[in-house]
């Protein structure tokens, strides 16, 4: 066999030693060769005590950009910010019976140390009389989806048909009990979330329900019961 490589001559196979083909057409020092040829290749190498080489590969690429070219890795973190900034949360249009209603917070100090609770309102025509000031409905039926997937930008929805309860409690003093007036009732549910006033968070309800919100401030410690 004629010169395989510029550093390895043919030679038969190493006796007791099973070339890399049955019928020895590369011979086992042949491929020694090849093997330092490759270990050659990279800057650092090791040989085995059974004569393999273990490389430690080495990234030329990122030994240029973190060692050599700083203004490379601030315009690369930039392309990257900018990437991730172009993203736009991908909102669905209200369906029939349905309206969109985003809850923006001003910005504030230490917003760490404020909850937001959420309810839900409408108004409902009720007996002068009646002192029902709030209603329920199943909590479930509360959707929370997200505008870039896995968990950036949540939203909440509601089904435009949702089954609802109201308690009537009457007051017989100074009222009709056959004049209707319209109250404003406000849900036994709620749902509270971080305080935060970097992007609206958008709620998908019927047309004739209304967001209400409080804040409630903490001082952000942790209490370990005893």
Known sequence: MGRFFP????????VGKPSLLSHDVLPTVAFDA????????????RQSRAGRCTTFYKNRIKKIIF????????????????LF???????PEPLSGMKRVDLI?????????????????????????SESNSFSFNIKNLKNEYGIQPSRFPYYILPSQIPIETLEFYNDKNCDKNKIVERKLISDQSIQT????????????PENWTIEYKLWKTDNQYKTIK
């Open 105 to 129: 917070l001003p910005k504030i100090e230490n917003e760490k140390n404020h909850k937001v609770e959420i309810r839900f309102g409408m108004k409902s025509k009720t007996s002068e009389c």
């Open 194 to 205: 971080e305080y935060q006033s970097y992007y609206p968070v958008p709620f998908y309800i």
């Open 67 to 82: 060692m050599k070219n700083p203004f490379l890795i601030l315009f690369l973190t930039t392309q990257t910010f900018t």
């Open 34 to 45: 090849f093997r330092k040829e490759a270990c050659n290749f990279f800057s650092e190498r």
């Open 7 to 14: 550093t390895a001559s043919s030679a038969s196979p190493t």
């Open 85 to 91: 900034g172009q993203q736009k949360a991908n909102y």
